[in-house]
């Protein structure tokens, strides 16, 4: 027998911490896009307007949680990273993104596997409101919504990279275990590498910091021994990252393939 669903709605932050306080079990939804079974009691936050902004500044742009796909997209290039709109024309068709919101993306815990590697690779940070107080935590350090909290903002910095490389893998239009994403972002200067960031992000997911550490400094073009060697401390990083986790082994085999491929940009 079917459980019926209790919708509740809220207009403003103050409306929905005074729900989550007074109803027990209460399970915050957006758009519900990724929503396989309908919770009993659910609260909406489409009519919070706050939730819903693009905030453009000289070294970031900052986005609302509820902030559709196509909002972002009609940005156009001149205010979005190339590899954050890649990523984000990957995601399903035109309709799809025109209700999935970027908040849902990121807090989809069982498919971590669309934005998220970019929003890695990029160093967002999420912002957590609870009643009392305001939380920043790096995406890279984000583990759970802390208690009491909702995610009201998220920061992504802004900077030119002389290689974007975004690929997402796995069947076409769903997600499986072998579903994920991949980020490369580099920067140099006379031919020395000063920034470099690479996210992989599905049913494992991974910053390669170790890695991203080692190889500032390292002057291109990159030679293919030196290539093998980064591959063999990626697949450590990999394997680090995974731990005890079950996983497909095709993943781990993406991953190393693409790491190749990236590098061989650089040569």
């Known amino acids: 027998m079917n459980k019926e669903t209790n919708i509740f709605y809220a207009r403003n932050l103050n409306e929905l911490f005074y729900q989550m306080k007074t109803i027990a079990n209460l399970k915050i939804v957006g758009s519900c896009t990724a929503i396989k079974e309908m919770p009993e009691k659910m609260i909406s936050t ?33 205010h979005l990273p190339k590899i954050l709109i890649e990523a984000m024309k990957s995601i399903a068709n035109p309709f799809v993104r025109n209700i999935a919101t970027i908040g849902g993306n990121i807090l989809d815990s069982e498919n971590k596997n669309t934005l998220y590697a970019v929003l890695l690779a ?7 409101k609870s009643p009392n107080e305001i939380k920043y935590i790096k995406l890279q350090n984000f583990t759970e919504i802390p208690e009491k909290c909702v995610l009201t903002n998220i920061r992504v910095p802004l900077n030119d990279w002389d290689l974007e490389i975004f690929r997402r893998v796995g069947p076409a239009h769903k997600i499986t275990d072998t579903s994920a994403s ?51 401390e990626a697949e450590l990083e990999f394997r680090k990252a995974a731990g005890k986790t079950e996983y497909n082994p095709v993943l781990c085999q993406q991953f190393l393939n693409l790491m190749r491929y990236s590098f061989e940009q650089l040569t």
């Not at 706050?50 to 796909?69: D, L, M, Q, V």
């Not at 990029?122 to 957590?128: A, I, M, R, W």
């Not at 049913?203 to 390292?218: F, H, P, Y």
Request: charge should be negative; proline fraction near 2%.
């Open 122 to 128: 990029l160093d967002s940070t999420l912002e957590f």
């Open 46 to 78: 489409t009519l919070i307007h706050e939730f819903n902004h693009i905030e453009k500044h000289e070294r970031y742009i900052e986005f609302g949680p509820s902030t559709t796909i196509s909002e972002i997209l009609a940005l156009g290039e001149r």
């Open 182 to 232: 991949f980020a490369f972002l580099t920067d140099s200067e006379k031919s020395i590498i000063t920034n470099l960031k690479i996210a992989y992000s599905g049913k494992i997911t991974l910053r390669c910091l170790s890695l991203e550490n080692k190889m500032l400094g390292i002057k291109l073009p990159l030679k293919a021994n030196d290539i093998e060697a980064y591959v063999e």
